[in-house]
């Protein structure tokens, strides 16, 4: 007989105190302990199979779709480089298309740009990618116009001609560019100058009565007879620099005036942008000036103008003439006691031949407060050559033009005004090639000639400008004007009828 364990002994037994088992495997102790809990888990009911009711609102779209649906970009590979680790440009072309090698090629390319990169040297830090902009298009140029078998021989060719080229100044410099490029500007250059303008060739584009009053030109003489006050010398004037009051006192007395002798522009730095003088780069709010001159006055109004020295037409035309039927006109000024005054006069016919190049001695009692060299090119060594004043000037300019005479210049209105000189028949360059924000702002000649002309004018800042120089790219922008005007629209009215 096995021995018990006690596993009922918890349990009451069934039969009580009647019970006959000995030994019983069921307690009979009163009272009997309760019976332990039991902790079963219990698996939650399945969910109904019965379909629940559609939701009335409709359900929200999921936050992505499904992986397996998505479709991934491949990877990104690298972006070739378009320059060797030394500045070389890299060629990128298809190999089965060209006829010469590409290692020949590229080793050609690296050669034309090392000469370009000699060529630059004074405009490169300005102009990084100028050098690897010109080989690559010096070797297509290149590549195009030759064979297999004559490739090699036309790149050093063209090597050799980029050494002999004189070291340019500037990206307008005429050599700057490739072979082509210098070939068509030459071309366009020889073309403007076999072109001869007359009166048959701009008689279409003279401005009219409006267009000269709109743009600032005098067309009526003033009342009075002029020039009874010559110089405003001991008299309080508003200085055109500082903007402040001053007296009027000749160069070796003048006060010392505190100013920015360049011109605000909008500049953008830190995504903010900023108003700073061309001259030393010092935002405009800063007051404080940095140079140092004298103090000076300009007049624009007529009768301020012709109290100085008087206003007066051309000569009216005769048949027996000899007056020029196009001239281009250009003058510097400096600053008198008098305000700005001419002090040199160029013209150049329409053929582009100087005819009249002359210093201006200014009027008596008129003394000279500021040279401006850096603008007008005037300095006191030139000044001291000029014998003729204005007066003689203006007879010497009777030969050569008349009233009849198409007058070209660049903001022609300024020479006019400071010559005293009332005219009608007049082109603007400014107004041939208008500014994009349109008037009054104009375009600079400088920049003109550099984009239409791919030349170089008032290059030197120390020595200024050439009144002789601006009226001859004057008028090559106005043969450029004539050679590349669009045709005349046809009139929709005329096709019609026919």
Known sequence: MFSSVGLFQSLACPDGPECARTPCLFSHRHPVPPPPALSIPLKSAPAPTVPAKRSSSPAKPPAEPPRKLQKLAPPQRPLPASHSTDGVPILRVNAAQSLVPIPV??????????????????????????ASQHALKQEEEIYKKSSKLTYRNAVITCAAALKRRPIPDSPAH????????????????????????????LETYLMSMDDLQSWGYFVDLPDGPGGF????????????????????????????????????????????????????????????GCTHGPHVFYENKAQD???????????????????????????????????????????????????????VRMDDGVEIIDYITRFSGITPENYATAVLPLASIRKSLDAFINADTILIGHALDNDLKTLRIIHHRCIDTVVLFPHRMGPPYRRSLKDLVREHLGSTIQNDSIVGHSSLEDAAATLDLVRHFILNKPPPKSDPSSSSSS
């Open 229 to 288: 006050e010559p110089s405003l010398e001991g008299k309080v004037a508003k200085c055109e620099r500082c903007t402040q009051p001053f007296l009027v006192k000749s160069r070796k007395d003048a006060d010392e005036c505190i100013y920015h002798w360049g011109k605000p522009f909008t500049t953008k730095a830190g995504g903010e942008k900023t108003r700073i003088y061309t001259c030393c780069s010092r935002p405009v709010a800063d007051s404080e």
């Open 105 to 130: 090629r590229q080793t050609m390319l690296k050669t034309l740009y090392d000469h370009f990169v000699v060529l630059y040297h004074p405009i490169l830090p300005k102009n990084p990618t100028l």
């Open 305 to 359: 103008l012709h109290a100085r020295h008087p206003f007066s037409f051309l000569r009216p035309s005769s048949c027996t003439s000899t007056a020029l039927d196009v001239a281009a006109l250009d003058c510097e000024m400096i600053y008198t006691t008098g305000g700005m005054r001419v002090a040199r006069v160029s013209v150049v016919d329409g053929a582009g031949k100087e005819v009249l190049d002359e210093f």
């Open 174 to 201: 005429d050599s700057v560019g490739t072979e082509a490029e210098r070939a068509a500007r030459a071309e366009a250059r020889k073309s403007r100058q076999a072109l001869r303008l007359t009166r048959d060739h």
